[in-house]
């Protein structure tokens, strides 16, 4: 519904947003080097709230663009070690074969004892599979939404959709939790991308009555918010 262009550098954090959030529609993968700067320098990777999403976001580019991996890697030299930790993190999640071969060698070629120990360490757990993990917190929804940005892949809007039911579920405090935020992200992200609309007009047509009944509260709260915008633009004139 709510269409931006994606900027042609990253030098703001409106150009670091709309990079983001509009990957998908037009992607941009050489700019990649200078958000990961830019977020490292604004202090994004030091918030552990949007640290889950920022590695599920580098981990889907990390997949689709085996080729860049090493320059993108190699990038992150002069990068605080905890933010690099968070590189490494989407690195893992990432799990494509060219990932894990770098990873692997990534512990022999640093020079900070504790950076390949901490790089050998993660090599010796298994990385989730958002398209499968089990969605127990919050930040798993941040991580799919974070997946479909950097992807356009509906697979990951249509498993936040099927936890909408859980926003009425008052006997598990989580559960309930987590639906309610599913719901309000579900129209927070149909009025700014109109692939999610079409997803949600999809999904009403195979969907269960209660769900059905929550993408369409999703799709008329977008509505709703469009109608205000367009009113309060035309008040300006």
């Not at 390949?116 to 930040?139: A, G, V, Y």
């Not at 047509?205 to 769900?211: E, G, R």
Request: with cysteine; proline share 5%.
């Amino acid at each position: 519904m709510n269409k931006e262009k994606t900027p042609r550098a990253i030098k703001t954090e409106t150009d670091l947003g709309q990079w983001t959030t509009y990957f998908y529609l037009d992607p941009k993968p050489d700019l990649t080097i200078s958000a990961i700067r830019l977020s490292s320098k604004n202090g994004d990777y030091d918030r552990p709230e949007i640290q889950p999403a920022e590695q599920a976001f580098l981990a889907t580019l990390f997949r689709q663009y085996p080729e860049k991996l090493q320059t993108w890697i190699s990038s992150l030299k002069g990068l605080p070690r905890a933010h690099k930790e968070i590189i490494y993190k989407a690195l893992w999640i990432c799990n494509s074969e060219e990932g894990r071969k770098l990873l692997t060698s990534l512990p022999e070629r640093s020079s900070s004892k504790a950076e390949s120990e901490f790089l050998r360490r993660l090599t010796q757990k298994s990385p989730p599979d958002l398209l499968t993990m089990t969605i127990t917190d919050p930040s798993h929804l941040d991580m799919l939404w974070a997946a479909f940005m950097a992807s356009g892949d509906e697979r990951y809007v249509k498993r936040i959709i099927r936890v909408l039911p859980w926003s009425e579920d008052e006997r598990n405090r989580t559960k309930l939790m987590i639906g309610e935020m599913a719901a309000w992200s579900l129209a927070s992200n149909v009025f700014q991308h109109e692939k999610v609309l079409e997803i949600c007009q999809a999904e009403i047509q195979k969907s269960s009555p209660k769900v059905k009944r929550h993408l369409l509260r999703a799709i008329k709260t977008a509505e709703e918010k469009l109608k205000r915008q367009k009113a309060g633009k035309n008040s300006k004139k």
